[in-house]
């Protein structure tokens, strides 16, 4: 018990924290205020401390993506209000020349007003403009010259324009061909008239290309600047390409991913507008704290816009939406992490000390000034 006592005087003169006596200690009301005050922005700072604490801690970290193969999925989602589903078409092409043009598989076309609001029936069966494999009455139409020994009928206005392809032959416009003709007249009449939902995926080589919806049918030939044919059986200036992207991105969301094309109008001021999207793709890894990892896609954008149709011919490209997509040979790495528990008590301490030291301080300000105050009244 002596020891005990000896150790205690021992470690009494440490004490940094010595107290005065309770009864030279006064209590102001300016200092009950302080006290009040010091409290509500104790509790508030706090709260925000503890909030900031429970939120996940985002690391990003670039290197060179090395991974080799894999392919990159489009998500779209895309409302045109003037054009009508069966005139509609997506395809993508690739630097490679690859071409996808089956791709209306995994895209679903949905009927529209021209309002955008969906249609009350089922997604419109898929048409290609140009796609009847049977001629007029089961005949043999004429392919006009340029038959050969694997085709010898054209049913369609897609079959001419390939048989002239595989002719190596130019086309400079499909007005004269009987099969293009009927098959437009068929379509003519939703032009202006109704729109068209597309939503849905394609997935496509991790390469560099080109994606694009437009009205009609595009036959190229190799690589990305290949000429492009289009049927379209109406003046280009009538087309109005208004749109309105709901949403486009690559591969699979994760957390806080930003897709700038989301919810973009355009509206075309013009007819025959083709819209370009350009896209350039950060292939991101993202690894959340429960120990999954997303490998997926983020990407910026740029827009241009030009009308087609005052140049009076659409050699130079097509009435339409054009997404071209490039990818970047950098890969980010962003890793979720839980925030340091010892960095929160230290925080939480810094706010009580501090705030009791700033408060007394003010405190000590207001009780003197008023003092000096009372002071100068009374001489
Ligand atoms: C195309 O349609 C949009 C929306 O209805 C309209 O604002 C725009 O003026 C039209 N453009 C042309 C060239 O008619």
């Given at each position: 018990?002596?020891?005990?006592?000896?150790?205690?005087?021992?470690?009494?003169?440490?004490?940094?924290?010595?107290?005065?006596?309770?009864?030279?200690?006064?209590?102001?009301?300016?200092?009950?205020?302080?006290?009040?005050?010091?409290?509500?922005?104790?509790?508030?700072?706090?709260?925000?401390?503890?909030?900031?604490?429970?939120?996940?801690?985002?690391?990003?970290?670039?290197?060179?993506?090395?991974?080799?193969?894999?392919?990159?999925?489009?998500?779209?989602?895309?409302?045109?209000?003037?054009?009508?589903?069966?005139?509609?078409?997506?395809?993508v092409m690739d630097s490679s020349g690859e071409r996808?043009?089956?791709?209306?598989?995994?895209?679903?076309?949905?009927?529209?007003?021209?309002?955008?609001?969906?249609?009350?029936?089922?997604?419109?069966?898929?048409?290609?403009?140009?796609?009847?494999?049977?001629?007029?009455?089961?005949?043999?139409?004429?392919?006009?010259?340029?038959?050969?020994?694997?085709?010898?009928?054209?049913?369609?206005?897609?079959?001419?324009?390939?048989?002239?392809?595989?002719?190596?032959?130019?086309?400079?416009?499909?007005?004269?061909?009987?099969?293009?003709?009927?098959?437009?007249?068929?379509?003519?009449?939703?032009?202006?008239?109704?729109?068209?939902?597309?939503?849905?995926?394609?997935?496509?080589?991790?390469i560099q290309g080109n994606?694009h919806?437009?009205?009609?049918?595009?036959?190229g030939g190799s690589g990305m600047h290949s000429?492009v044919?289009?049927?379209?059986?109406?003046?280009?200036?009538?087309?109005?390409?208004?749109?309105?992207?709901?949403?486009?991105?690559?591969?699979?969301?994760?957390?806080?991913?930003?897709?700038?094309?989301?919810?973009?109008?355009?509206?075309?001021?013009?007819?025959?507008?083709?819209?370009?999207?350009?896209?350039?793709?950060?292939?991101?890894?993202?690894?959340?704290?429960?120990?999954?990892?997303?490998?997926?896609?983020?990407?910026?954008?740029?827009?241009?816009?030009?009308?087609?149709?005052?140049?009076?011919?659409?050699?130079?490209?097509?009435?339409?939406?054009f997404?071209y997509y490039e990818?970047?040979?950098?890969?980010?790495?962003?890793?979720?992490?839980?925030?340091?528990?010892?960095?929160?008590?230290?925080?939480?301490?810094?706010?009580?000390?501090?705030?009791?030291?700033?408060?007394?301080?003010?405190?000590?300000?207001?009780?003197?000034?008023?003092?000096?105050?009372?002071?100068?009244?009374?001489?």
């Amino acid at each position: 018990m002596a020891a005990l006592g000896k150790l205690a005087d021992k470690i009494r003169p440490l004490d940094a924290f010595s107290k005065t006596l309770d009864e030279i200690r006064i209590q102001t009301f300016s200092g009950g205020i302080v006290t009040i005050l010091c409290t509500v922005l104790m509790l508030l700072l706090f709260l925000s401390e503890l909030n900031h604490y429970q939120t996940l801690k985002v690391t990003e970290t670039l290197f060179v993506d090395v991974s080799r193969s894999g392919k990159l999925r489009i998500n779209l989602d895309v409302t045109f209000y003037k054009i009508s589903c069966g005139f509609l078409n997506v395809d993508v092409m690739d630097s490679s020349g690859e071409r996808l043009s089956s791709i209306e598989k995994t895209i679903t076309k949905h009927k529209t007003d021209m309002l955008g609001n969906l249609a009350q029936e089922e997604p419109t069966e898929v048409v290609r403009v140009g796609h009847t494999t049977v001629g007029l009455n089961g005949t043999c139409g004429s392919c006009y010259g340029a038959e050969n020994a694997q085709r010898k009928c054209c049913n369609s206005c897609e079959d001419i324009i390939s048989a002239y392809m595989e002719m190596g032959w130019a086309l400079r416009s499909t007005e004269d061909f009987e099969q293009c003709k009927r098959e437009f007249k068929e379509k003519h009449i939703s032009i202006n008239k109704e729109g068209c939902r597309l939503t849905g995926y394609v997935e496509v080589n991790k390469i560099q290309g080109n994606l694009h919806i437009a009205p009609g049918s595009t036959f190229g030939g190799s690589g990305m600047h290949s000429h492009v044919h289009n049927l379209i059986p109406f003046e280009a200036k009538d087309v109005n390409t208004t749109h309105l992207v709901h949403h486009y991105s690559y591969g699979v969301p994760y957390p806080g991913r930003i897709d700038p094309m989301d919810n973009m109008m355009a509206v075309a001021g013009e007819g025959a507008m083709m819209f370009s999207y350009y896209t350039k793709i950060v292939p991101t890894m993202y690894a959340s704290v429960h120990n999954f990892t997303t490998r997926t896609f983020q990407y910026s954008l740029t827009t241009h816009k030009k009308s087609l149709a005052r140049s009076g011919t659409l050699e130079k490209g097509l009435p339409g939406l054009f997404v071209y997509y490039e990818l970047s040979p950098i890969m980010v790495k962003m890793e979720e992490e839980y925030r340091s528990t010892m960095h929160f008590l230290t925080s939480v301490c810094a706010i009580v000390g501090g705030l009791f030291t700033v408060a007394g301080i003010v405190d000590g300000m207001i009780y003197r000034g008023g003092k000096v105050i009372r002071k100068f009244h009374q001489g």
